[in-house]
């Protein structure tokens, strides 16, 4: 599950990743991609029918499930 | 390894690096089918040619970390690590760093470094970074690496000559500075910013990008060109394939009707027609569809598109378990199978690779529509139900469905069983839109149309004159008396197919299917439109007759219930050879479609039991 926040923000706003929690697999191949705690990005789109998101944050442009195995805790610029 | 001494210098770089085109380009059609026992991800292998020497160079999968998630990737990392009894260590690594993507690249490039092997590095869509209006110090970057750089735009060919140069002196490659030692991740990652920063300069996305995204990706304008590109796509493959595949099997059989005519009648001249040709038609037949369907699928993947093909569909998809890139082949499958589970190597997560391919027989492909408009033509009247829709048409709709439906229903199960495990969820990156380099699409279409020919075709051939062998002995004398027609007819029955028919026709008896219904389906495994030739040889109608006389025929001597079992048991039975022998080439080994063909039989087998007993 999503941090409730990532799951409302609105597409095109921007936000701090704080924490990530789950699988580490998952975890780990994010972090790699350069999503690390302390990372600001920008929710660019979410797929028809709850499917995927896209997130970018530098060059990197990357989408993922909303799945149940990582939770991810953000921090929204208000 | 296939090759003389096995040195090698391996392709290494990030997923969309520009890795897999270059390769092409540099290594042109001077490839070999890898021959690596126990591996079903085969990576590549090609040679570059001076006039001194050839290099052989192998195409590792792309990945963006030595810590694997999937087994493409894990393929790569244990090659590197020295793991593998079938692909030792590479003697020197052409490193592909992605301009446009730098930071990943260098991650990567951070570890492979500290491997301590020979490198270079071909630094790949440096116009990608000039049309962001940015700079990259290439001088910079070899300081920093102590490797040679060489610049590269790809589809152009600009760097390629000098790579080429650079890889026949393998002799004057250096060992890359070490990086700093790392404790986590974190600490690479800044590493690697902090590097990053002062080689490249560039603005954050690229226009062009960002256009056609804004409508490629739209909510409802997304879906839109997905399902027009889809509609091209699946027209493509039915009906441009269409006249290539008349125009072959026109000429295979005239060529067959001349070595009949001119050898006259006798074993050596049916053995030659009827088995070799149409055998090798057969095969040949196939390779319209392999390679629309193939060009479609490589240009969609190297210009970006598919990436957003799969962040569209995939909740669709993961409904039954499987994910985005599943779509593409499955789709594919509609027209034939065995080009649907060639592209299914477009899924990295060899899990959802092997469940897409063990589905897409499934899918009602092009064979099967001879069978079902004979049956349905000669045993459903043309009523119209609902005001509007005929019945022959609602009932073929639902035979369609059926097979798709019971496809992703039996993929959902795989994935909470077979393959059930711990990939990673779907994740994917969006690399910036491309033009498709023309040389490297020939490349890549040419060498799975090849590759299709040789280990699929052989086997094909080689099944089909087995079958025309049960089917031509023993001979039985001619009889002066009977037609041709009569002559076939006998001729089958008293065939070893015809024996083996009536042997087994037991089993096939609780489905309402007498011998000649058994020889049939056992004759159509060549492919499954054979059930029709084979029907019209063992109810004495000649194939040049009209369907007309054929399905009257089979009107007055097979009964309602047992034609309902029929189309019942091809929604589902893996009645296809060639489709076996594919399964056979992209997974490895004959394990796969063995359990395919068993678990298709029994859903067969069972749907037509239920159906013959409801029906009668």
Not at chain 2, 96 to 103: P, R
Request: charged residues 15%.
């Amino acid at each position: 599950m999503m941090d409730d926040t990532l799951r409302t923000m609105p597409i095109g706003s921007k936000a701090i990743l704080t924490s990530l929690e789950g699988d580490s697999d998952f975890i780990r191949r994010l972090n790699e991609l350069g999503f690390l705690p302390g990372t600001t990005f920008t929710l660019l789109r979410r797929a028809p029918f709850g499917g995927p998101i896209e997130i970018g944050f530098g060059q990197t442009r990357i989408a993922f499930r909303p799945d149940s195995s990582v939770r991810i805790h953000i921090h929204q610029f208000t | 390894m296939s090759h003389q001494d096995s040195s090698y210098i391996a392709f290494v770089g990030t997923p969309n690096s520009g890795k897999t085109t270059l390769f092409n380009v540099l290594t042109g059609m001077r490839k070999k089918v890898g021959n690596f026992p126990g591996i079903t991800i085969e990576p590549s292998l090609g040679f570059v040619v001076n006039d001194q020497q050839r290099i052989a160079i192998i195409d590792l999968p792309g990945t963006y970390s030595l810590l694997p998630t999937s087994l493409d990737e894990e393929l790569t990392v244990s090659v590197l690590h020295n793991e593998l009894s079938s692909i030792p260590k590479p003697s020197a690594i052409v490193f592909v760093m992605d301009a446009t993507n730098f930071d990943k690249s260098l991650y990567l490039y951070s570890q492979v470094a500290e491997l301590g092997l020979n490198m270079i590095i071909a630094l790949t869509m440096v116009d990608g970074v000039k049309a962001r209006s940015g700079v990259i110090d290439d001088i910079a970057l070899e300081r920093l690496t102590g490797l040679t750089v060489i610049p590269i735009v790809g589809h152009k060919g600009i760097g390629v000559e000098s790579l080429k140069e650079a890889i026949t002196n393998e002799h004057a490659w250096h060992k890359p500075n070490m990086p700093p030692a790392f404790e986590e991740i974190r600490d690479r990652v800044h590493w690697v910013k902090t590097i990053s920063d002062t080689i490249i300069r560039m603005k954050e996305g690229d226009r062009l990008t960002q256009r056609l995204d804004a409508i490629l990706l739209h909510p409802i304008g997304g879906i839109i060109s997905f399902l027009c590109i889809m509609a091209v796509f699946f027209q493509s493959i039915f009906s441009w394939a269409i006249p290539f595949m008349d125009l072959i099997e026109s000429g295979f059989s005239s060529l067959e009707q001349i070595v009949l005519s001119s050898m006259g009648p006798g074993i050596l001249s049916d053995l030659i027609a009827r088995g070799l040709i149409a055998g090798v038609g057969s095969v040949i037949v196939f390779l319209p569809q392999i390679i629309i369907l193939n060009v479609f699928v490589v240009i969609l993947e190297d210009c970006g598109y598919l990436a957003r093909a799969a962040f569209l569909i995939d909740r669709l998809m993961g409904v039954f378990g499987l994910q985005g890139r599943s779509f593409i082949p499955l789709l594919g499958s509609y027209a034939c199978a065995i080009p649907g589970i060639m592209s299914a190597r477009i899924i990295p997560s060899h899990r959802d690779r092997m469940t897409t391919m063990l589905i897409a027989p499934l899918m009602t492909c092009s064979a099967r529509l001879p069978v079902y408009t004979l049956i349905i033509s000669a045993f459903i009247p043309p009523m119209i139900v609902g005001g509007f829709f005929s019945l022959q048409a609602v009932i073929l709709a639902g035979l369609y469905a059926l097979g798709a439906f019971t496809g992703l229903l039996v993929a959902f199960i795989m994935k909470k069983s077979l393959f059930k495990g711990d990939v990673i969820p779907f994740l994917i990156e969006f690399p910036p839109y491309r033009m498709p380099s023309l040389k490297s699409l020939s490349v890549s279409v040419s060498e799975r149309a090849l590759d299709f020919l040789k280990s699929a075709g052989t086997v094909i051939v080689t099944l089909s004159l087995i079958l025309w062998c049960l089917s031509a002995f023993p001979r039985i004398e001619d009889n002066p008396l009977a037609t041709s027609i009569e002559q076939q007819q006998m001729q089958l029955e008293h065939s070893y197919a015809g024996m083996i028919g009536k042997t087994i026709a037991p089993v096939f008896e609780p489905l309402g299917f007498d011998w000649k219904l058994t020889v049939g389906v056992l004759g159509s495994f060549a492919a499954r439109e054979v059930f029709v030739t084979v029907m019209g040889q063992l109810y004495g109608t000649d194939t040049t007759d009209s369907d007309a006389t054929l399905r009257s025929t089979l009107q007055q001597t097979i009964p309602f219930a047992s034609a309902l079992s029929v189309l019942a048991f091809y929604v589902y039975a893996l009645q296809c050879i060639s489709t076996m022998s594919i399964l056979k080439r992209e997974t490895g080994s004959w394990k796969w479609p063995a359990f395919a063909f068993a678990y298709m039989f029994a859903l067969a087998y069972a749907f037509a039991f239920l159906v013959h007993l409801v029906a009668s």
